[in-house]
Structure formats: C-alpha cells, structure tokens
Nanobody
C-alpha cells in the first residue's frame, strides 16, 4: 500500500521558517514527478512546487519564488519543502503528491496519483 505522510507543519511567526517533509512508503518515487500543493480556507488547491526525476524544479505563484525550495532525498524516498520568510498568506494545509508514471515537473493536480493527508501551516502576523 502506497502512502505519503507529511510532517513539519505548525504555527510560526511571520518571517520564520519551516521545513515540510513527505515520507513515501510502499514504492519508490525517486525517479517520478513529485510536488507540493496547498489549500487555504475557502480557496481552491494551489500548486506550490514540483520536482522531476532529473532534479529539475518549478514553482507556482510568484509569491513563493525565492522563499520556498523543493528538494528530495531519493535514498530516503522523501520529499521536502523548505519555507523561509513565511507570510500570513502562506497559511494553508500543505499536501505532497506523487506520480506513478510521470517524470517531469507538473503544476496540475491531475498529474499526480498519490496524495498525502496534509499538514497545517499557520503563519501569525
């Protein structure tokens, strides 16, 4: 059974940092597309960042570029999202996702077959 389990969320003051982790089990995703999405209350799920098999990365909204960094550890089968200079508008539930077959970087949720349960990130002003 494939599982993605996020961790690392929490409450942080504006300007602070958090590192989210997404541990995969049941199969390896080291050569597959993986990504992070987020959903704030009352809003649609939003693409945050993606990483492909080659290590290529892409980011979503301009507001996260330069502040968030996506990475992966293939040996640990784990995806990360380093978030710096956090802002109150970053408050959301953050989800990791993985694709069964795709290997590039994808910003649309339909590219991903597996999803984690989400981890809450709350940034206070």
């Amino acid at each position: 059974q494939v599982q993605l389990v996020e961790s690392g969320g929490g409450l942080v003051q504006a300007g602070g940092s958090l590192r989210l982790s997404c541990a995969a089990s049941g199969r390896t995703f080291r050569n597959n597309a993986m990504g992070w999405f987020r959903q704030a209350p009352g809003k649609e799920r939003e693409f945050v960042a993606a990483i492909g098999w080659s290590g290529a990365v892409t980011y979503g909204a301009d507001s996260v570029k330069g502040r968030f960094t996506i990475s992966r550890d293939g040996a640990k089968n784990t995806l990360y999202l380093q978030m710096n200079s956090l802002k109150p508008e970053d408050t959301a539930v953050y989800y990791c996702a993985a694709s069964t077959y795709l290997r590039g970087t994808y910003s649309y949720s339909g590219a991903y077959d597996y999803w984690g349960q989400g981890t809450q990130v709350t940034v206070s002003s």
